[in-house]
Nanobody
Framework: QVQLVESGGGSVQAGGSLRLSCVAS????????MGWFRQAPGKERERVAV????????YYADSVKGRFTISQVFAENTGYLQMNSLNPEDTAMYYC?????????????????WGQGTQVTVSS
């Protein structure tokens, strides 16, 4: 059973940075794509960033373009989300998601595996 474990969340002031990590285990295959999603209280889940390492494709939500960077260490089944210039609107629970083989369109593909989430809180 594939498991995803996120880390790196926390509380920062506006303008600060955080780096989220996601480690995938329980699979003999390399994780082809990882994504980061977030959900704030009372809001729908938002697709923040997706990376398809096998095809070298990325996707970013307009709200984070230029501030967030997604990356993946393919050989280690580990993904990262570098978040800079954080603002209070970025406050949410952040979830890592992964697909092992088939990725689909990074803008809308469904993900099979999900982590438990890590909280990010940005104060003004």
């Amino acid at each position: 059973q594939v498991q995803l474990v996120e880390s790196g969340g926390g509380s920062v002031q506006a303008g600060g940075s955080l780096r989220l990590s996601c480690v995938a285990s329980g699979t003999a295959y390399r994780v082809n794509c990882m994504g980061w999603f977030r959900q704030a209280p009372g809001k729908e889940r938002e697709r923040v960033a997706v990376i398809n390492s096998s095809e070298d494709k990325t996707y970013y939500a307009d709200s984070v373009k230029g501030r967030f960077t997604i990356s993946q260490v393919f050989a280690e089944n580990t993904g990262y989300l570098q978040m800079n210039s954080l603002n209070p609107e970025d406050t949410a629970m952040y979830y890592c998601a992964a697909n092992i083989i088939y990725c689909g369109d990074p803008r809308g593909a469904d993900f099979k595996y999900w982590g438990q989430g890590t909280q990010v809180t940005v104060s003004s």
